[in-house]
């Protein structure tokens, strides 16, 4: 089955640097990689996803990119605000129709004022 | 995105007794999932909850454990039958929306003595 991994585990930043968390999935049959984030005692929010016929997508601060050769994707985040720090999950699903996604084991973002 | 609310939103229950967790969702929706995630850790899928027929589960998790039932397109429920200690997690449901996006229900925090 499909196996993720996320790197850091944790990453603290300052104010107004710029972020990055990157992620490795196994399965070649992926085509769809969403980020989560969750708020302390909140549930997991989606804030981006990137298919696979897509190299790169942007919404304001936030960017996916994906490199299907080398089957590594990963979430950037520019201008960072003290509301952006949060636990980051990526996540993979593939194949034919829809198909469960695999989690990554999280990256918990600090962003210092 | 479709409103999904969880019942209990929390609870603390006694070692070997069951709870049976409610997922509601405002509109139809064809794909819904339970998920468990442990303290400080990343989501795990623990089945499928497909309607009108036995759920699908994942590797590491049993219908004696976790029986679910889903009777319509817009209510599921997941049991966690005698429970230790270990089962101690949030559990959450999800429903998959649009172009396989995935939403989250608020979780059902569980603890148990």
Known sequence: GENVEQHPSTLSVQE?????????????????????????GKRPQLIIDIRSNVGEKKDQRIAVTLNKTAKHFSLHITET???????YFCAASGGSG??????????MLLVSP | SAVISQKPSRDI???????????QVDSQVTM???????????????????QGSEA????????D???????????????????????SSIYLCSVVQGANEQFFGPGTRLTVL
């Open chain 1, 98 to 107: 829809y198909s469960t996604l695999t989690f990554g084991k999280g990256t």
């Open chain 2, 32 to 50: 819904m999932f339970w998920y468990r995630q442990q303290p400080g850790q990343s989501l795990t899928l623990i089945a499928t909850a497909n």
């Open chain 2, 65 to 87: 454990k976790f029986p679910i039932s889903r009777p319509n397109l817009t209510f599921s429920t997941l049991t966690v039958s005698n429970m230790s200690p270990e089962d």
């Open chain 2, 13 to 23: 229950c006694q070692r070997g007794t069951s709870l049976t967790i409610q997922c």
């Open chain 2, 56 to 63: 699908t589960y994942e590797s590491g998790f049993v219908i």
């Open chain 1, 16 to 40: 107004g640097d710029s972020a990055v968390i990157k992620c490795t999935y196994s399965d070649s049959a992926s085509n769809y990689f969403p980020w989560y984030k969750q708020e302390l």
């Open chain 1, 81 to 87: 605000q003290p509301e952006d720090s949060a636990v």
